[in-house]
């Protein structure tokens, strides 16, 4: 900071042009105005981001990276706000023919989400921007909600309003739906892979493996499976058709 005599305008124009630059200085009478209100006190606030909101007890001064001049000597409190950022505040003493610089690093307000889903290798975005596959950690995110959508070829996309709070981890676990798994003819639900092994041996939906999915999946297995269900969902002697082969893997399953 550039040291002078508050009583040598000649010497606050100078230092006023190092600082400021002449550019806004007109005339003469201008730079005695400047000079007499730099002597009631003035504040200089720069900010990490700029642009930040400058209050003094509690009143909207300016923004940061342009002075704040005649301030009345006293101790006054100092407040800088960004949306999205923590707020820096400080009291301050000024006197008369004081001048106060600050340069203020504000913190952004983030928090954490960790999002797992079935099956993993998802991709994730939030906001629209893609921020990888899961298993994921994300940091750094604002504060606030977002639009999360977690999407993987062949499987429903799933959406939701992500809800971000300053310093915590919010936790996403998603199980993602098969395209096309439908109910079977007779039942309400869509089947359920209930061992996640990618095979739908809950063929009637109803959270449970016993005979009766079975005897569904007999009943369907030769027209109807194959015209409305995706063959991998239902292939459990991996020979890529729906067949009698499927019924019978699908009870000696249910027997193990
Ligand atoms: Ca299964
Ligand atoms: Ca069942
Ligand atoms: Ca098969």
Redesign the pocket.
Known sequence: MTEYNPDDIDQFYSYWELEYGDGDIVDLSEIYCHYMIYKAGLIFIQSTPSSADIYLDGVYEGKTGIPIINIPAGYHLLEVKLDGYSTYSEIIDINTDDELDRTVSLLPLTGSVSITSNPTGASVSIDGVDRGVTPLTISGISEGTHSLSISKSGYEEHTEILTVVVGQTTEVNVSLTVVGVIPFPGTTSPPLDLDQDGLYE?????????F??IRTFFENYDVWIPANEPVACFDFDHNSVIGFGDVRALFLEWGS
């Open positions: 809950d063929v009637n939906g109803d959270g449970v493996f016993s009766g999915d």
